[in-house]
Each structure stands twice: as C-alpha cells, then as structure tokens.
C-alpha cells in the first residue's frame, strides 16, 4: 500500500526566511503524481504545487518549489520569502491511476510564520 | 473559491440518526471524491464516483454510503452515526479520475455528533 509520510509535525520560520518542509512516500509505481496541499484556519484545502513522476525538473509555482528526489522517493516543498499568510498545515499527497487517482495524505506540517 | 460547493457548512446531530451530506462539482467536472478529515484518522479517501458509478473504494464504513445522479451531485449519507464520525468531511472533483487532472476542494462539511 502506497504511504505518504511527513516527519515534521511542525516548522517555524521567520517572516522573508526560507523553510523546507519534508515528505517521503513508498510506491511500487512508476508513474504517478505528488502534490502539496494548504489547509489554512479556514479549513478550505488550496492545491499549492503538483509534480509528475515522469518529470525530473523541479515544479516551482512562484515563491514554491520542490525538490524531487525519484530515487530517494523523497518530495519536498521549500517556501522562499516567507509571509504571515503561508501560515497553515501542509499536506503532502500521492496519487496514481492504479488506485483510481484517490489521493493519499501525510499526517501534515504545521507551519508558523514569525514576524 | 474552488467551485465546489458543499452543503450543510455545519451540521451538529446526535448518535444513532442519519445524516446527509450533499456535494455540488465544479461545472464540467465528471469525477468525484469523499474525504473525511478527523483528529485521529487524519485526512482518508472515502470514494469515489465517475459519471455516476462507483470508481473507487477506501476506507469507508458500512454504515456510509453514497451516490452520484445524473445531474454529477453526489451524497454522502452517514447513518448509525457515533460520537467517532465526528470529522470534516470533504468533495472533491476533478474532470476525469487522472492523476493530470487537479482534484478541487469544497469548503468541507462539519459534522459534530454528540
């Protein structure tokens, strides 16, 4: 069964500071998707950045990227310039088309920013 | 907003009844997916429906079921609820079951059981 674990219950980070918020997942698949997640207060679920297994370039969506380690079945999310509203629980996520595309969650980060 | 739209927001009842959730899918979107969000469970796939049939199952209980209709709505109906169904629970939709195609989220509906 395909699992998504995230070891960092939660990061702090200073407002304008970079953090990098961990994932790791195990799959026997090759092809595949990861995607971040945002849950802020409000509870509402905000895609933040998706990749593809079969895409070794890095996804960047503005002050986002990951870094995909394919090999080290690693995926994780750095936040450059940080600000008070990237504040929120980060959900890392995996699907795949052999399990109907459901997505499978980490447990989240939660992520504080300092001003 | 994403487009998807859940409803109630809130929803408090006691244990043993019967409760339905309701999910409207984004305009053109076939596929859609429960998810339940609770303290201990964490986020979990319920199911899934494509274009009215079932797709996909995951952890969803017995005592849950759920439906698509032709109109692409969807129902969760939860009975025999107890004090652990108490979760968030989300709709999501995505234009065909792909992993290329994003899953949008609804606003999630809150289910309090006492």
């Known amino acids: 069964a395909q699992t998504v674990t995230q070891s960092q219950p939660e990061m702090s980070v200073q407002e304008a500071e970079t953090v990098t918020l961990s994932c790791t997942y195990d799959t026997s698949e090759s092809d595949y998707y990861l995607f971040w997640y945002k849950q802020p207060p409000s509870r509402q679920m905000i895609l933040v950045i998706r990749q593809e297994a079969y895409k070794q370039q890095n996804a960047t969506e503005n002050r986002f990227s990951v870094n995909f380690q394919k090999a080290a079945k690693s995926f994780s999310l750095k936040i450059s310039d940080s600000q008070l509203g990237d504040a929120a629980m980060y959900f890392c996520?995996?699907?795949?088309?052999?399990?109907?595309?459901?997505?499978?969650f980490g447990a989240g980060t939660i992520l504080r920013v300092k001003s | 907003d994403s487009g998807v739209t859940q409803t109630p927001k809130h929803l408090i009842t006691a244990t043993g009844q019967r409760v339905t959730l309701r999910c409207s899918p984004r305009s053109g979107d076939l596929s859609v997916y429960w998810y339940q969000q609770s303290l201990d469970q964490g986020l979990q796939f319920l199911i899934q429906y494509y274009n009215g049939e079932e797709r996909a199952k995951g952890n969803i209980l017995e005592r849950f079921s759920a439906q698509q209709f032709p109109d692409l709505h969807s129902e969760l109906n939860l009975s025999s609820l107890e004090l652990g169904d108490s979760a968030l629970y989300f709709c999501?939709?995505?234009?065909?079951?792909?992993?290329?195609?994003?899953?949008?989220f609804g606003p999630g509906t809150r289910l309090t059981v006492t």
């Open positions: 999501a939709s995505s234009v065909t079951p792909s992993g290329e195609y994003e899953q949008y």
């Open positions: 996520a995996y699907t795949t088309a052999e399990y109907g595309n459901k997505l499978v």
